[in-house]
């Protein structure tokens, strides 16, 4: 649904930007990872992007009690609109929506004893069997922010450019299961119940990334 939302919307702006004279196109890097915008005029000191970034990274942390092989995965696309408050000004003001795929994906770590320390008690990696889980945020996400450069200014076609705004990601969804227990029924009930307050704990471990800070630098082209 959201996905369809977006497609709609972009294809009403690519509609526009069709009748306008001027476009504009950006390369960027940065906490969204790396991507692109396509940049047009809808007035006078407003103008509209669309655009998409994505980006991946593998890494070893502690989320609660558990240690877990992590790949975070960002993936986003957006519709922009920056307003200059003075016309041709670089500065500007951004709002907009942004079909949020940012994600983690998990894969708990034994520790040198072969145990995982699951709501504080020692479980046998050999017993507990896989740990696997992911934290999700909500797909449509509001972005708001600032930012520097006016791609479509008349002064010159090659411009640079930066971002510094706040994504609402809103609460996280935490995922934690296990597959596998190898031990008697009693323990391995026992052992649900303690993963599942272990995903409870994991949840308030990335509460602060209710809001992703997003800060880009890019170049853009304009033609």
């Known amino acids: 649904m959201y996905i369809k939302n977006i497609a709609l ?3 009403a702006l690519l509609l526009a930007a069709s009748a306008q004279a001027e ?3 950006t390369a960027e890097v ?11 005029p809808m007035e006078k000191t407003l103008n509209a992007r669309f655009g998409a970034s994505y980006f991946q990274h593998k890494y070893n942390d502690t989320a609660s009690t558990v240690s877990y092989t ?5 993936q986003n696309i957006d519709v922009l609109f920056d307003w200059h408050l003075i016309d041709n000004s670089p500065f500007r003001l951004t709002g907009g929506m942004v079909y949020n795929g940012n994600k983690i994906s998990m894969v708990a770590r034994q520790d040198s004893n072969g145990n995982y ?3 504080g008690k020692n479980y046998a990696a050999s ?3 896989i740990l696997n889980g992911g934290v999700e945020y909500q797909k449509a996400a509001p972005y708001l922010g600032v930012g520097w450069g006016n791609a479509l200014s008349a002064d010159k076609k090659w411009q640079l450019s930066a971002d510094l705004g706040a994504l609402w990601q809103g609460h996280p969804n935490g ?4 597959s596998g227990c190898t031990t008697t029924s009693a323990a391995c009930t026992q052992l649900g119940r303690d993963v599942a307050i ?3 704990k994991m949840e308030a471990d990335v509460q602060a990334y209710k809001v992703y800070p997003v800060l880009r630098a890019g170049v853009s082209y304009r033609f």
């Open 175 to 178: 995922r934690l299961v296990h």
């Open 198 to 200: 272990e995903r409870v």
């Open 23 to 25: 476009i504009a196109v």
């Open 9 to 11: 919307a972009a294809a």
């Open 117 to 119: 320390n699951i709501n």
């Open 30 to 40: 940065g906490t969204t990872g790396v991507g692109s915008h396509l940049i047009f």
């Open 70 to 74: 992590m790949k975070a995965k960002l």
């Open 127 to 129: 017993q507990v069997g």
